[in-house]
C-alpha cells in the first residue's frame, strides 16, 4: 500500500486517478492538476520506486494491487483511470482486476506492459540505458530517456520546450536513484502479471480514450494498434506533433481533451 503522503486526492465524488510514466512522478499531471479539480474529484499518486514513494519493498507487490489498495484506503467505490505510459499498463492491469469499478480508462499512451513488440527503437534505447547503467552514468542514462521518450523518432530534443525536458530529467533522476539505492533484490520483488494483458483485452469493459503522438516510438504505435483493433468500444486521437508524453507537451490542449472524455 502507498503511504498517505504519496497520494494527493481532492473532492470526494467518483474520482479521475491519474497514474503516471515510468520516466516520471505524480508531478507530470500538475499542469492538469487545477482544471481538473475545479470539476471533478481527482487523485495522483507517486507509484512505488517513484517521487516521494522511496520505500524499498520488503515482500511480493505489484503496482496495480497498491493502486487498489491505496484507493481502497480512500474510499471510492468506482473510479476513472488515466495512465501514462507505464501507468496505462497499471491503469489497464487494475481495470482487468476490477472491471465493475473501473468507468472509463484514458491510455496517454499506452506503454508498460502494453507494449509488445520490441522494435528496433526500443532495442537502441533499451541498449543505451542499460550501457549508462552499467557504467554508472546517471546523466547519461537519464539522456537516454529523454531522447527516446520526449523527443521520439525524427525530431532532436532542442525542439521540445525546455521546461518540460527539464522536469522529466529530474523525475527520471528520482526513479533511478530511488530503485538503484534499493538493489536488485528490492525491485524482483515486483510481481509480473499472471497473464500478458495484451491477451486478455476482450475483457476490457470500460470505454477507452487512447492517445498517440506522432513522434513516439514504433513500439507504441503498434501497441496503439493492437488495442484498437481489439476494443470495440475505444476512441483514438492521434497529435502528430508531440512524442511519448502528450499531457506534458499540450498541457492545455490534453486537459481539454480529458474533460471532454469525462464530462460529455
Given at each position: ?74 474510499g471510492p467505490s468506482r473510479c ?20 465493475d469499478a473501473v468507468d472509463s ?160
Amino acid at each position: 500500500m502507498l503511504a498517505n503522503d504519496h497520494v494527493e486526492r481532492h473532492g470526494s465524488e467518483v474520482p479521475v486517478v491519474l497514474v503516471h510514466a515510468g520516466v516520471a512522478d505524480r508531478r507530470m499531471w500538475t499542469p492538469q492538476w487545477g482544471p481538473l479539480t475545479e470539476h471533478l474529484d481527482a487523485v495522483r499518486v507517486d507509484l512505488r520506486g517513484f517521487g516521494e514513494s522511496d520505500a524499498a519493498p520488503t515482500e511480493p507487490f505489484s503496482h496495480p494491487g497498491d493502486l487498489w489498495d491505496t484507493l481502497d484506503e480512500l474510499g471510492p467505490s468506482r473510479c476513472h483511470l488515466v495512465g501514462a505510459s507505464l501507468g496505462a499498463g497499471v491503469a489497464l492491469e487494475a481495470a482487468l482486476a476490477r472491471p465493475d469499478a473501473v468507468d472509463s480508462l484514458c491510455l496517454v499512451p499506452p506503454g508498460g506492459s502494453l507494449l509488445a513488440t520490441r522494435t528496433e527503437d526500443l532495442a537502441e534505447f533499451a541498449a543505451a540505458e542499460d550501457a549508462a547503467l552499467l557504467a554508472g552514468d546517471l546523466d547519461a542514462a537519464v539522456q537516454a530517456n529523454l531522447e527516446a521518450w520526449v523527443a521520439g523518432r525524427g525530431r532532436p530534443l532542442e525542439q521540445v520546450d525546455p521546461e518540460v525536458v527539464a522536469a522529466v530529467a529530474r523525475m527520471q533522476r528520482r526513479a533511478f536513484e530511488i530503485q538503484l539505492g534499493w538493489g536488485r533484490e528490492a525491485e524482483e520483488l515486483e510481481v509480473e502479471p499472471a497473464r500478458d494483458p495484451m491477451h486478455r483485452l476482450a475483457e476490457v469493459t470500460a470505454p477507452v480514450l487512447l492517445v498517440v503522438g506522432g513522434h513516439d516510438l514504433d513500439t507504441v504505435l503498434d501497441s496503439a494498434d493492437r488495442l484498437e483493433h481489439a476494443l470495440d468500444d475505444l476512441t483514438r486521437v492521434e497529435w502528430p506533433d508531440v512524442a511519448h508524453l502528450p499531457s506534458l507537451e499540450q498541457p492545455e490542449r490534453f486537459s481539454a481533451l480529458l474533460l471532454e472524455w469525462l464530462i460529455p
